[in-house]
């Protein structure tokens, strides 16, 4: 069995003594005579060039404890820099905050980069998402000047949220992960590591100290360690694999009884949550031991008792380390008393807070024998942001190689296993992704439309004005920008437009994008349209545009709408339409049989859904020219 454990530094704080100042000590002395620091360095790729031990230039940079939940602190980005709260998070190895441009409501809480007042603001074209165990984002990747105390890191690739879910609650702004590049969801380079190529840190360290106290206290060191904030010599754990700060755990006992990890297992260390997460059994098994009651996703003990609950005592590297009941029980809002263990468990491989999606309604699986699908390809594949659970075993160490493969046989009820090789009757499988990020913006549209190179354009210029607009055939959500734009021989500069950053509905359409021809107070985005800035320029010499379509033809006996009726021109759609009683009537009359499916009443084409033709429907008639 595997017991996967998320261990809070927070956990820990009580363990740890402040004492008098002490000349401070570098790495190198701290280890030496134990032939650690040789494993240490051989262990990482660091050259011995980038690692200074003429003393230690350390950065230490303070923290605020959030009830205990969160620890967070201040960094600043840009030129003039603007200021964030972010998590120090070791479980992650993504720094972002959200953008300007984002409208999910978390975003509207919280801090935003405004990145048209960053002289050393730039963007690239590369999208990313991530899935945490309290929520997801989507982001594009930038570069910009970040600073975390006097440390500097300029050109830092960072990523800027477009949308957040589960963030509303948070008082942070965004994450600063501190894990190693490998997990980088991004794929930017770490700012610590950055910082330590740079040679802005004099050694490849990072230390936290994290206290009971709310206002102060708590700080994160990075080049070293300070001795002010513990005694006697610090105890080094060796990491299961260089790639996650995961460590081998002997035994977790109360009262030198064993009560989990019997056999050993593995710990991830991770100062991004309160939590201590395990499997099922387990937990409830701790739960039991101590007396706590479960109350809906929380197990809840006496407040009176917590200062006689018994320490829960982790051993790793054979050091116990003792947890009092005061460092594992927390207050909920209301003042009462749970604690900070955790269950998530499925079957013997535990996936901490894995996302997935329930179905409200579904179409054309009524005659499937299975109840619901597992995904299996990559996590950019993912249509609502989760990342798959193949990929977060995978991350979380739970499986040994990140390979999956299956035996598929002909016999009906002859089982199908997983294979390193295929037999006589089976079929090797791979997955064809067949949907893509394909905007070279911010954008999750269809592979087969061309997308707009930003990058590739000199005369590029975003905004931060984002809008959305509703067709009768699908929905976009933007963001405005600026560029050249022709049609023909006619040019019009620095012509206000949108980028789409989501696209839904438009995924058998073979045109890329769509150019408005209405009255400048119908546009959703704001920007004035092309022929009206054409028209202001006097790029044209009439405010006149017209069209000839040909094979078009009409009856010339009345039908309907003897008395008149107002008709909409739409070259947006290639029906006409109109109340559901007038158009049964029109293919009465033509000979036309139903057929797989009706049009009920007045459905838009592409007409944007507005108050104004919503109030129409039902007495107007929309043409095609």
């Not at 620091?37 to 003393?55: D, P, V």
């Not at 070791?90 to 975003?107: E, H, K, N, Q, R």
Request: proline share 5%.
């Amino acid at each position: 069995m595997k017991w996967l454990v998320l261990l809070g530094l927070v956990a820990f704080s009580e363990c740890i003594v402040k004492i008098p100042l002490r000349r401070l000590k570098t790495m190198r002395n701290v280890v030496s005579g134990k032939n650690m620091l040789n494993n240490f360095l051989k262990e990482h790729a660091y050259s011995l060039s980038q690692i200074s031990f003429r003393g230690s230039n350390l950065t230490t940079h303070p923290l605020r404890n959030i009830k205990d939940l969160v620890y967070m602190g201040n960094i600043t980005i840009g030129t003039p820099p603007q200021e964030f709260q972010v998590v120090f998070d070791t479980a992650s190895s993504d720094l972002w905050v959200p953008s300007d441009f984002c409208t999910s409501p978390a975003c509207s809480t919280h801090v935003r980069f405004r990145h048209l007042q960053s002289s050393t603001f730039r963007l690239t074209n590369k999208t990313f998402r991530i899935t945490y165990g309290s929520g997801r984002m989507k982001g594009v990747v930038v570069h910009d000047t970040v600073r975390i105390g006097n440390l500097v890191s300029t050109d830092q690739p960072f990523g800027l949220s477009v949308e957040e879910y589960g963030f509303e609650g948070r008082i942070y702004d965004g994450v600063l992960g501190l894990n190693y590049p490998n997990l980088s969801f991004s794929g930017a380079i770490p700012i610590f590591d950055k910082l330590k190529n740079q040679g802005a840190i004099s050694e490849p360290v990072f230390a936290f100290y994290l206290s009971k106290d709310e206002r102060e206290g708590s700080v994160v060191m990075f080049g070293g360690v300070d001795h002010r904030y513990y005694e006697g010599e610090l105890n080094w754990v060796p990491l299961i694999q260089a790639g996650d700060w995961s460590v081998h755990m002997d035994r977790i006992s109360i009262e030198r009884k064993i009560i989990a990890c019997s056999d050993g297992c593995k710990a991830l260390v991770d100062t991004g949550t309160s939590d201590i997460v395990g499997p099922r059994r387990l937990v409830n098994n701790i739960h039991r031991l101590i007396g706590a009651i479960p109350r809906g996703s929380e197990h809840y003990v006496p407040c009176s008792e917590v200062n006689t609950l018994p320490s829960i005592v982790f051993t790793i590297n054979g050091i116990n380390y003792p947890v009092p009941g005061r460092a594992y029980i927390l207050k909920d809002d209301r003042g009462r008393c749970y604690t900070t263990f955790q269950e998530n468990r499925i079957g013997d491989l535990v996936s901490t807070d894995p996302l997935f999606s329930l179905s409200v309604v579904e179409y054309g699986c009524e005659g499937a024998p299975f109840d619901g699908i597992l995904g299996l390809n990559y996590p950019n594949i993912s249509l609502f942001g989760a990342i798959p659970i193949f990929a977060n075993l995978k991350n979380q160490g739970a499986i040994s190689e990140p390979v999956f493969a299956f035996y598929l046989s002909k016999a009906q009820n002859a089982p199908s296993l997983a294979s390193s090789a295929a037999g006589e009757n089976a079929t090797m499988l791979s997955g064809d992704p067949g949907y893509t990020e394909p905007s070279a913006f911010l954008s999750f549209s269809m592979a087969k439309h061309v997308r707009f190179r930003h990058l590739q354009s000199s005369t590029f210029r975003l905004t931060n004005k984002t809008f959305s607009i509703t067709y009768g055939s699908g929905r976009i959500k933007g963001v405005v920008a600026y560029d050249t734009v022709w049609i023909g021989d006619l040019v019009s500069p620095d012509q206000p437009f949108g980028l789409s950053v989501a696209e839904y509905g438009f995924e058998g359409r073979t045109y890329d994008g769509v150019f408005g021809l209405n009255y400048p107070n119908i546009s959703f985005s704001g920007p004035i349209p092309m022929f009206d800035k054409l028209k202001n320029q006097g790029a044209i010499s009439e405010p006149v545009f017209a069209f000839y379509l040909s094979n078009i033809s009409m009856k010339r006996k009345v039908i309907a709408f003897s008395d008149g009726c107002e008709a909409l021109v739409d070259t947006g759609t290639s029906h006409i339409e109109a109340p559901g009683r007038l158009v049964n009537n029109i293919q009465k009359l033509i000979g036309a049989r139903l057929w797989g499916f009706k049009v009920k009443g007045h459905a838009p084409g592409l007409l944007p859904v507005s108050k104004h033709n919503k109030e129409l429907q039902g007495q107007s008639l929309t043409l095609s020219l």
